[in-house]
């Protein structure tokens, strides 16, 4: 992937700037040459992580504020044959990521939960906002001392700090997409 050099070389000019500190300024502050540093602003030569993470220090900012405008457009298709399978420890439950992006802040799984057995979502580490969507079978939530039974094609959207417990009280096995806006 190629980044857009000039676009971030453009927001290192304009943090120098706005601190007014001079390229001779953040030269010292950096130990990189002047020259480099121009270049790096000008768009002219892309900087190495290192150089970038010396400029991040000199400038008092996150590394992150130099790529958080860059768009990438990809389109990433994951075949079902090539899901990668993840294994949480104390379950036999099945987990399978349905995305792999590194880029998007939606994550996927598609979860196979067995007749009698019961998952707490809480080890699956996840920030943010979630949802459910019941593909087969009927899935009970439990929140708290709060119980909510979904049937195929209903759906649950919740905070994750509530981290609920999946339970399958069914026959069946239960499948569903369990989706997360944040790290999982």
């Known amino acids: 992937m190629n980044l857009p050099i000039e676009r971030i ?24 040459s002047k020259g480099l540093l121009s270049q790096v602003e000008r768009g002219i030569s892309q900087p190495s992580l290192e150089t970038l993470w010396k400029i991040t220090k000199a400038l008092d900012t996150s590394i992150v504020h130099f790529f958080e405008d860059v768009s990438v457009n990809q389109v990433n298709i994951v075949r079902k044959e090539h899901r990668r399978q993840i294994v949480y420890p104390g379950t036999t439950a099945g987990f399978e990521l349905l995305g792999q992006s590194n880029n998007s802040r939606l994550k ?14 809480q080890i699956v580490h996840s920030e943010g906002e979630e949802s459910i969507i019941v593909l ?17 094609g209903d759906s649950i959207f919740f905070d994750s700090h509530l981290s609920p417990k999946l339970i399958n009280e069914g026959q069946q096995a239960v499948r569903c997409v369990f989706t997360s806006l944040g790290k999982l």
Do not use: F, H, N, P
């Open 9 to 32: 070389g453009g927001k290192i000019r304009a943090l120098r700037k706005k601190q007014a500190q001079t390229l001779e300024d953040l030269s010292q502050s950096t130990g990189l």
């Open 108 to 121: 996927m799984l598609e979860l196979c939960i067995q007749s009698e057995e019961s998952i707490d979502l």
């Open 136 to 152: 087969e079978g009927e899935l009970s939530l439990k929140v708290g001392e709060e119980q909510y039974l979904l049937k195929e």
